[in-house]
């Protein structure tokens, strides 16, 4: 079936710095990926759609300079949360799909757990 | 209101009970309607996918869309305490490039 990793799984940093998390499809080809962010006992709530070669969409309230999302391969999306803040920690999920179409499975990765300190 | 309403539970039955969990929506437009699996700290997994009104059965699971009362459901015939997860409905719009809206999940308990 397919597979979607994540990496890291769990990542801990200082107020102020930086953090990547990366997504990967790692046996089918990604047209489209999403970010997802969920808080405890909390909905998956969609922050942007990326497409292979293109600039990610984001969703209403999602800051796109806070949260820097690159794909720029068929296997690979990148989110990187900047100056990460406290308010920051959460669980955040990619999902990777091969098209574009409304009826494509969206398989999800396993999670990144952020806290910032 | 919430575009889409699911009770977090949590929700505990003994083993081989039928389980049933359900979600309303407000937006009518919703055409697509799916049924995810999440075990604490990982990923959500796909169980049902159903199109507009109608059951879909695979296995132990059925999933029901009543498309005019907003309200979606999925049983779960002779649980098993592997069945333990949160259940997250989510659904989708026709020509919405596939993004999914989730309820809140509720959290499942099978006792032996």
């Known amino acids: 079936g397919a597979v979607v990793s994540q990496h890291p799984s769990r990542v801990i940093c200082k107020s102020g710095t930086s953090v990547k998390i990366e997504c990967r499809s790692l046996d089918f080809q990604a047209t489209t990926m999403f970010w997802y962010r969920q808080f405890p006992k909390k909905s998956l709530m969609l922050m942007a759609t990326s497409n292979e070669g293109s600039k990610a969409t984001y969703e209403q309230g999602v800051e796109k300079d806070k949260f820097l999302i690159n794909h720029a391969s068929l296997t690979l999306s990148t989110l990187t949360v900047t100056s990460a803040h406290p308010e920051d920690s959460s669980f955040y999920i990619c999902s990777a799909q091969t098209g574009t179409g409304d009826t494509d499975t969206q398989y999800f990765g396993p999670g990144t757990r952020l806290t910032v300190l | 209101q919430k575009e889409v309403e699911q009770d977090p539970g949590p929700l505990s039955v003994p083993e081989g009970a039928i389980v049933s969990l359900n979600c309303t929506y407000s937006n009518s437009a919703f055409q697509y309607f799916m049924w995810y699996r999440q075990y604490s700290r990982k990923g959500p997994e796909l169980l049902m996918y159903t199109y507009s009104s109608g059951n879909k059965e695979d296995g132990r699971f059925t999933a029901q869309v009543d498309k005019s009362s907003k309200y979606i459901s999925l049983f779960i015939r002779d649980s098993q305490p592997s069945d333990s997860a949160t259940y997250l409905c989510?659904?989708?719009?026709?020509?919405?490039?596939?993004?999914?809206?989730f309820g809140t999940g509720t959290q499942l308990k099978v006792e032996l």
């Open positions: 989510a659904m989708s719009l026709t020509g919405g490039g596939n993004k999914l809206t």
